[in-house]
């Protein structure tokens, strides 16, 4: 089955049964889904920011078990490389630049809600429901 790289966005979406989760669920159906280590980095920052007790965290953690993490690798930090070096006209946050590189490293699709922040990456394939 094929891979599909889901943005921390989304990922916040689903667990928090957020509207949104809904309208991309059409983009997940019958794709292997993976997150990148920054995803994973966010989503604890987000929970460690907003204090969350046992329940909320155990919660994340059964998402995250059903979810493929992508490691960082010498190849993602190159790809990162260039990916700065290429958007300096249109500066990126460092955090979506890691994802974007773990995405077009392993030759992933990236389905986000924020498709303004990757714009202008060659090679990176955006699935989003922003118009």
Not at 31 to 53: K, R
Not at 93 to 112: F, Q, R, S
């Amino acid at each position: 089955m094929a891979f599909r790289l889901l943005d921390t966005n989304i990922v916040s979406h689903i667990l928090n049964r957020h509207t949104l989760a809904s309208a991309y669920q059409p983009h997940l159906t019958g794709y292997d889904l993976a997150i990148s280590f920054q995803t994973h980095a966010e989503l604890f920052e987000g929970a460690n920011l907003a204090g969350w007790g046992a329940t909320r965290r155990s919660g994340l953690q059964s998402l995250l078990a059903t979810l493929t993490l992508l490691d960082g690798t010498a190849d993602v930090a190159l790809r990162w490389a260039e990916i700065r070096v290429a958007r300096r006209s249109q500066p990126i946050g460092v955090a979506d630049c890691w994802i974007a590189a773990t995405a077009l490293t392993y030759g992933l699709e990236l389905v986000t809600h924020n498709a303004a922040d990757f714009q202008n990456i060659p090679g990176l394939t955006i699935i989003t429901e922003v118009p």
